[in-house]
């Protein structure tokens, strides 16, 4: 991150190293279901909004950060403040677990299947918020099985097979065969580290 090695063994560290993870599976691991919109999207970055001495948390700017991502993310609901995260459709379930990270100012997001489970527009809308992270200097690690959402997405596609990296392609390299035949272990691509 910024030039520098950084360990992510606990969600602590990957929080203060600025490293983001949003989790294939938004409903067990990456919202409270129960608990209000606003809430959800201020979990990450609640100590931002606390002083040290008192521990006190400024709710307003709380409410106003969360409302600013929502907005920001055209999240459809109703009342951020008071509506559960459990009452929102798919799509929006998962941009509000983005929006929790964006509060924080990630230079680094991992996304575990982002649009697993969401309709056609809202993967549209999904796709539209990993392009600008990416085009403000964010770097996304784009996990997929969908190969079409891969070469559509991604500028490199690294394939793992077994714990380990199988295949390389660039973006002009991208052909679903060849990606597919390093994913079964059926080529001769030799493996390759990098981070896209």
Known sequence: VEGKRRTANSIRNSIKNRIAFVTENR?????????????NTTLVSLPQFA??????VNQQALSDAAQQASQILQLKSGDITTQAAKAL????????????????????????????????????????????????????LF????????????????VMSQGEVVGEFTRSEFDEERILRAAFREGEEKPHAAVK
């Open 89 to 140: 459709s798919g799509g929006n379930q998962q941009k509000v677990v983005i929006a929790k990270w964006l509060l924080n100012e990630p230079m680094i997001f991992i996304m575990d299947e982002p649009t697993r489970g969401v309709d056609v527009g809202a993967k549209y809308e999904i796709y539209t918020i990993i392009d600008q992270l990416a085009a403000i200097g964010s770097g996304v």
């Open 51 to 56: 002083n040290d001495l008192t521990l006190y």
């Open 27 to 39: 409903r067990e691991e990456g919202l409270l279901m129960n608990v209000s919109i606003a809430d």
């Open 143 to 158: 996990i997929s099985s969908e190969i079409e959402e891969l070469i559509g997405m991604c500028d490199r596609i690294l």
